[in-house]
Structures are given as C-alpha cells and as structure tokens.
Nanobody, 115 residues
Framework: QVQLVESGGGLVQPGGSLRLSCVAS????????LGWYRQAPGKQRDLVAN???????NYADSVKGRFTISRDNAKNTVYLQMNSLKPEDTAVYYC?????????WGQGTQVTVSA
C-alpha cells in the first residue's frame, strides 16, 4: 500500500499562486505515473495534470499555461505549481499514483481562490 500525503493548499486571491506537494511512500516511485485531480462541490473529479516515468506531461485545457506539474524522484515528491489562479480553480485537489494495476489516492487538500 502506497501512502500519498499532500500539502500546500489554502486560500489565495485571484491572480495569486500556490504550490502543492505530494510525498509518496514507495521505493518504486520512479515507475509511477503521478497526477493531480480536482473535485469541486457537486462535480466529478477531473484530471488537472499528470507526469509519467519519462517526465512526459499532460494538462487539462483549463490549466494549460498556468499550472506546471513536476516530480523529484530523489524526494519521492510530485509538485503542482499553480499560477494566475482563478475562482473556478477552487476545489479539493487530490494526488494520484498509478503503476500497472496499482492506483492510489491522497486524502486531498483544499484550494480556495477568492477575494
């Protein structure tokens, strides 16, 4: 069982920035595809961005040019740098790790964008 622990959420004004971090408890971290998803109240959980073992990235259209996903394999950590935040980015953000048939989720961290 892999534990994922997120941090970095909070309240920020529109136009501001936040960086989310997620630390994974696995020695096989380098093999995992890592992702950030988000879920707003009353909506489904959607992919925000992911990064595979070869550092290829994929972004939702709504965050392209504003968010950047990255990973540090030496620290077993995946990051999501969020810039130019908008009120519609408000959601609970979840870290995800996938490898073969394994699929793990973090507990989520709240991001609120409001004046």
């Amino acid at each position: 069982q892999v534990q994922l622990v997120e941090s970095g959420g909070g309240l920020v004004q529109p136009g501001g920035s936040l960086r989310l971090s997620c630390v994974a408890s696995t020695s096989a971290f380098t093999f995992y595809t890592l992702g950030w998803y988000r879920q707003a109240p009353g909506k489904q959980r959607d992919l925000v961005a992911n990064i595979d073992s070869g550092d290829s990235t994929n972004y939702a259209d709504s965050v392209k040019g504003r968010f950047t996903i990255s990973r540090d394999n030496a620290k077993n950590t995946v990051y999501l740098q969020m810039n130019s935040l908008k009120p519609e980015d408000t959601a609970v953000y979840y870290c995800n790790a996938k490898f073969l048939f394994n699929n793990y989720w973090g507990q989520g961290t709240q991001v609120t964008v409001s004046a």
